[in-house]
């Protein structure tokens, strides 16, 4: 199989089906946002112990088969072939959330990105997630997308921003509350 097709040369790509599209289209925009998740998450998993890492490589798994339903567009007879959808994924984030939470200090304030390198890429990958959302959401308006898939990048999301704490808990390094000026009456 090569690497380069020269399909993609005039703006446009298929969808699963082969459906041709603009490399604008919103399901192109979700599932490319999702495929740059995945690669942060890597970037993230890279940097945490074994046993974290098999956590992480169970989301860039869901998040590949997250990618593939946005990638069919309505073609129902191409969904047939990819993994099945649950809420088990959603779930096993819920629980890692909440078992972190147990560990953490109370949140008082909103908290800064950033104290470390890790906790920074943390950050950003909840941003994309967060991006990976909205481009989903608004791709459901025109396209046939299950609500599941929304949960998981929600929930997702959520999960990256409680990691990133844990990683400066871990760390030894303090989080850094945002305090919003206050601004002197006069």
């Known amino acids: 199989m090569k690497i380069y097709t020269k399909t ?23 599932y490319g ?29 869901q998040l590949f088969t997250v990618g593939s339903y946005l990638a069919t567009g309505d073609n129902k007879k191409m969904m047939a072939h990819l993994p099945s959808l649950s809420e088990e994924p959603t779930k096993k984030l819920e629980k890692a959330i909440d078992e972190i939470q147990q560990l953490l200090p109370e949140m008082k304030n909103f908290i800064l990105p950033g104290g470390s390198t890790l906790s920074s890429y943390c ?12 481009l989903t959401i608004e791709s459901s308006e025109t396209t046939d997308i299950s ?13 990256l921003f409680t990691l990133s704490r844990k990683v400066l808990l871990d760390a030894e390094i303090s989080e850094q509350p945002w305090i919003p000026n206050k601004k002197e009456n006069k």
């Open 8 to 30: 993609g040369d005039e703006g446009e790509t298929s969808l699963f089906g082969g459906k041709r599209v603009k490399k604008t289209h919103l399901s192109i925009q979700a």
């Open 123 to 134: 950050h950003i990958a909840r941003c994309v997630c967060r991006r990976a959302e909205r």
């Open 33 to 61: 946002t999702v495929d740059e998740l995945n690669s942060w998450i890597g970037l993230i998993k890279d940097n945490l112990s074994a046993e974290k890492n098999s956590f992480l490589i169970s989301v860039q798994e």
């Open 147 to 159: 609500p599941i898939i929304i949960s998981y990048l929600n929930r997702l999301s959520d999960y």
